[in-house]
């Protein structure tokens, strides 16, 4: 399932789409793509007063969560980020009061 915040701070659903590598970025378009694992993923979004947008991906660990994934993404650079979950048991939040222009896309996977 496809779960979309809009420029605008409103939700939308659609299809799925490809997983390729961890991280891939479409210059041109001003695109990110960050893919899960097939662990239990917890995601986290901040949309900030200032337009940017922090992506958190974490997965527990022997010793705790474990981050493996950070980025504060600006508008100047970013236009959509897509985010897909993959298998296991994921969990997300989006948070913050700042309206952004980027567009963030989170695709969950197969998990339970």
């Given amino acids: 399932m496809l779960y979309s915040m809009g420029r605008d701070g ?3 659903r659609g299809g ?5 590598g961890l991280v891939s970025e479409d210059r041109l378009r001003r695109r990110a793509t960050i893919n899960g694992t097939n662990r239990d993923d917890v995601l986290e979004v901040t ?8 992506v958190q991906l974490t997965v527990p660990g022997d010793k705790g969560s474990e981050v493996y994934y950070r980025r504060t993404f ?3 650079e ?7 979950l993959k298998d296991g048991d994921d969990t997300g939040t989006v948070q913050g009061e700042g309206l952004s222009p980027i567009t963030v896309r989170i695709v969950g996977g197969n998990g339970v």
């Fill in 74 to 76: 600006l508008p100047a």
């Fill in 47 to 54: 949309r900030n007063g200032d337009g940017s947008v922090d």
């Fill in 78 to 84: 970013t236009q959509e980020v897509r985010v897909f």
């Fill in 10 to 12: 409103t939700h939308g």
């Fill in 16 to 20: 799925t789409g490809p997983t390729l």
